[in-house]
């Protein structure tokens, strides 16, 4: 059986021992950063890139290599996942934290609020130039956003992970990795937010969205395009450094927890129920995955209505065709998503209650391009 090398090393690690780096509970405090100069191949004219994982397909293994849909996400720690690509050494210096090794929908609050504070801790750094997180493909597109808006720094964020796991005979983690970490070491890619790589493309975090469960070709931002692409291993990018029109920067440093969101998704006949039963359990926030332009039934709007005199509820309304627009309507305490996905809307509505916001900064967050 003829394997790539990086492939090989990986099987071979996998059989011999136990990871390297198990997965810890909890980050490593901040005098774990190691200097780049520490690392075996420092190389003082390469810029420093640090490396944050936080599992997924990416470090995930299986049985056989054609298993490409029974293996284990999150089980390779991330120093193995940089040795098994040695041209990275002629990119940049880089170091690996392992702040989770998780499949993506194991992804809490509190990890994601810790990979902020990890992220934010880096890209503070002068000798760091530019930061790359693995992650699970499932939920990539919710710790992408949740970065993106969270996360204050011009310098590269760039967000990777794979389709097909590290044992997978074609495994896009390996080139995947040294494209993310070729991207986040380039200074044309500084003041761009936060960006996804994967299949040789580069997408906007805001808006990249997973369209397909299986295949490589799948995080894609439908209608606003990709920011660029790699030819050979190299960012070619389509347009000068802009970040989206919808951008907002909320703090989360002083943040231990966050306000519960949950998503109802709309169909004929809904059970006007599922929203009760939501902020029942505590949910402070509801987005409806409306059918259409956030269409809902008029007995699920009787309820909807009902909640909000009775909670205060705050409601946004997106759409659960995965494109179009919202608008928000100017009724309290309810809202448009825009152009936000309903797992992306979500979040913003989330960490807009996290930072307080009451109807009228509602009202102004979600008509960002109205
Ligand atoms: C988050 O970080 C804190 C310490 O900074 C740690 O105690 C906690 O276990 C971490 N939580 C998760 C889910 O990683
Ligand atoms: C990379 O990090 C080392 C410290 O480990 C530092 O001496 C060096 O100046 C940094 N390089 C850049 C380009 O910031
Ligand atoms: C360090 O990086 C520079 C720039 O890419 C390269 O020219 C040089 O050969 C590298 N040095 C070593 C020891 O690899
Ligand atoms: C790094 O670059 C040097 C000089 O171009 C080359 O000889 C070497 O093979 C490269 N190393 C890797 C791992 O790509
Ligand atoms: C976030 O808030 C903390 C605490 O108030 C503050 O120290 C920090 O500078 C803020 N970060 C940014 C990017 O504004
Ligand atoms: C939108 O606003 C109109 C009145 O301006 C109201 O009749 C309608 O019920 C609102 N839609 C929703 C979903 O609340």
Redesign the pocket.
């Known amino acids: 059986m003829l394997l790539r090398p990086a492939l090989f090393l990986f099987l071979s690690v996998l059989a011999s021992s136990s990871p390297v780096f198990s997965a810890p509970t909890g980050p490593p405090a901040p005098h774990h950063f190691l200097h780049p100069r520490d690392g075996p191949?420092y190389?003082?004219?390469?810029p420093n890139i640090t490396v944050l994982a936080t599992g997924g397909t990416i470090a995930g293994s299986a049985g056989s290599n054609t298993d490409l849909t029974g293996y284990k996400a999150g089980q390779i720690g991330i120093q193995i996942l940089i040795d098994a690509v040695p041209e990275i050494?002629?990119i940049s210096n880089v170091q690996g934290v392992q702040v989770a090794n998780v499949d993506s929908s194991g992804i809490t609050p509190e990890i994601l609020l810790n990979l902020t504070a990890q992220a934010q801790m880096a890209l503070d750094d002068p000798h760091c130039q530019g930061i790359v997180i693995t992650h699970g493909t499932d939920t990539l597109e919710e710790s992408a956003f949740f970065l993106d808006l969270t996360l204050r720094s011009e310098k590269p964020i760039v967000i990777v992970g794979s389709m097909r796991p590290a044992t997978g005979l074609s495994a896009d983690g390996p080139l995947n990795l040294l494209e993310a970490i070729t991207l986040a070491a380039d200074p044309r890619a500084v003041g761009r937010g936060t960006m996804v790589v994967l299949n040789d493309r580069i997408t906007s975090a805001f808006y990249a969205t997973k369209t397909n469960a299986n295949w490589l070709d799948t995080f894609k931002a439908v209608e606003q395009g990709d920011l660029g692409s790699f030819i050979d291993a190299k960012p070619n990018f389509f347009y000068s450094p802009a970040v989206p029109v919808g951008y907002h920067f909320f703090n989360v440093s002083q943040s231990t927890s966050l306000p519960k969101v949950d998503i109802v998704f709309g169909y004929q006949a809904l059970d006007p129920e599922m929203a009760r039963s939501a902020v029942g359990k505590g949910a402070e926030g509801l987005v409806l995955a409306g059918v259409g332009a956030g269409g809902w039934t008029s007995a699920g709007l009787d309820e909807i209505h009902e909640l909000i005199r009775e909670h205060g509820t705050q409601v946004v309304l997106s759409s659960r065709t995965m494109g179009g627009f919202v608008k928000t309507n100017g009724t309290g305490n309810i809202y448009g998503s825009q152009d936000l996905n309903p797992q992306k809307a979500r979040i913003m509505l989330q960490l807009a209650l996290n930072a307080g916001y009451d109807s009228n900064e509602l009202t102004k967050l979600f008509s960002f391009s109205e």
């Open positions: 191949h190389n003082s004219s390469l050494q002629n």
